[in-house]
T-cell receptor
Framework: DQQVKQNSPSLSVQEGRISILNCDYTNSMFDYFLWYKKYPAEGPTFLISISSIKDKNEDGRFTVFLNKSAKHLSLHIVPSQPGDSAVYFCAARVWGSARQLTFGSGTQLTVLP | KAGVTQTPRYLIKTRGQQVTLSCSPISGHRSVSWYQQTPGQGLQFLFEYFSETQRNKGNFPGRFSGRQFSNSRSEMNVSTLELGDSALYLC???????????FGPGTRLLVL
């Protein structure tokens, strides 16, 4: 039972354009969401997070949107750069579960120069 | 600040052996979590330690265990290794009062 789903295994975007990565979840008890990016042979790097009491959080080129009614979140990267090419994971935490994160399967983003 | 460090980075074991992996969190971080990443199951939570106490455990058999020391360093142990235990084992640490976890580079374990 996949509680966090990233339905697109891969995404290609031109440099300078917007990258939109999507994530759906099924567990209504998730109260905190995070995005990580991962390069091969490295651990995930934290990008941005959002609490369930918000619907948007922005940090530089990265914006995360949360639609609780649709149980959907998305990560927008504007403008996309070749260095953004990596696997992106969304993760979620159940309220009260300390730091136990449930991860999606990841989306490979390729930014073409 | 130095990041999360994990040792060893690579390890080859045979079935039936046991293995111990080590994690040193970012200085000042007292929470350490462990995750397993495999191609089939993705990233899965193993357990979390805070102040030497296990706070949470994922859905893994008892062969997987861990501990945390008073300096917040953590170890995880896998006994009676199986082929399916081949994976990247990731450790993450968090500062007090924050939800964000910062990951180390991982230990890649290959069980033959």
């Amino acid at each position: 039972d996949q509680q966090v789903k990233q339905n697109s295994p891969s995404l290609s975007v031109q440099e300078g354009r917007i990258s939109i990565l999507n994530c759906d979840y099924t567990n209504s008890m998730f109260d905190y969401f995070l995005w990580y990016k991962k390069y091969p042979a490295e651990g995930p790097t934290f990008l941005i997070s959002i609490s369930s009491i918000k619907d948007k959080n922005e940090d530089g080129r990265f914006t995360v949107f949360l639609n609780k009614s649709a149980k959907h979140l998305s990560l927008h990267i504007v403008p996309s750069q070749p260095g953004d090419s990596a696997v992106y994971f969304c993760a979620a935490r159940v309220w009260g579960s300390a730091r136990q994160l449930t991860f999606g399967s990841g989306t490979q983003l390729t930014v073409l120069p | 600040k130095a990041g999360v460090t994990q040792t060893p980075r690579y390890l080859i074991k045979t079935r039936g052996q046991q293995v111990t992996l080590s994690c040193s969190p970012i200085s000042g971080h007292r929470s350490v979590s462990w995750y397993q990443q495999t191609p089939g199951q993705g990233l899965q939570f193993l357990f979390e330690y805070f102040s030497e106490t296990q706070r949470n455990k994922g859905n893994f058999p008892g062969r997987f265990s861990g501990r945390q020391f008073s300096n917040s360093r953590s170890e995880m142990n896998v006994s009676t290794l199986e082929l399916g235990d081949s994976a990247l084992y990731l450790c993450a640490s968090s500062p007090m009062g924050q939800e964000t976890q910062y990951f180390g580079p991982g230990t890649r374990l290959l069980v033959l």
